[in-house]
């Protein structure tokens, strides 16, 4: 079985994490087997509440041997948590402003789907700037220690 990583590259520029979790997913037969087979992505995907329990909406491309029971690809699927992780999510995101953005989607060694979500602050453009020069100096750095040896 090819291992399973699908990350949300967007994430780390835009967004400042402050504390991350590990949840499950609740999925349809078509959805995990799509997984499996690499047709997800988390490139638009968002958290949101609704009746005290966290959804994630995003992507998961129709199974392709799926037939008439396949699965909507932009539904919203419930995020597995414990209760006082909720509670906890959901009073920071109401009372603070703050974002719960998936970042990355893998298999454990049992086979489930996790999600690894993380509640975050929005980046300020001079925070954004600041990353993309620390970024090309890093890249010159590593261009600088390649030539010399």
């Known amino acids: 079985m090819a291992e399973i990583n699908i990350k949300n590259k967007k994430a780390s520029f835009q967004y ?6 590990v949840a499950g997913i609740q999925l349809l037969g078509t959805e995990i087997k799509s997984i499996r087979d690499g047709k997800a992505a988390l490139t638009d995907s968002y958290c949101s509440f609704t009746a005290h329990e966290l959804y994630v909406k995003m992507y998961i491309g129709e199974y392709s041997h799926g037939g008439y029971v396949n699965h ?45 979500i993380a509640l975050c602050r929005g980046k300020k453009m001079a925070d954004k700037r600041e990353d993309l020069k620390a970024r090309d100096t890093a890249r010159e750095l590593d261009r600088a220690r390649k030539i010399h040896f």
Do not use: Y
């Not at 400042?16 to 979790?21: G, P």
């Not at 974002?99 to 454990?108: A, D, E, G, Q, Y």
């Open 16 to 21: 400042e994490f402050l504390e991350k979790f």
């Open 72 to 116: 909507d690809p932009r539904r919203e699927r419930k995020l597995l948590l414990k209760r006082k992780e909720l509670n906890k999510l959901e009073k920071k995101v109401q009372n603070t402003g703050l974002t719960i953005v998936p970042l990355k989607m893998f298999l454990n060694p049992q086979g489930m789907a996790k999600l690894e």
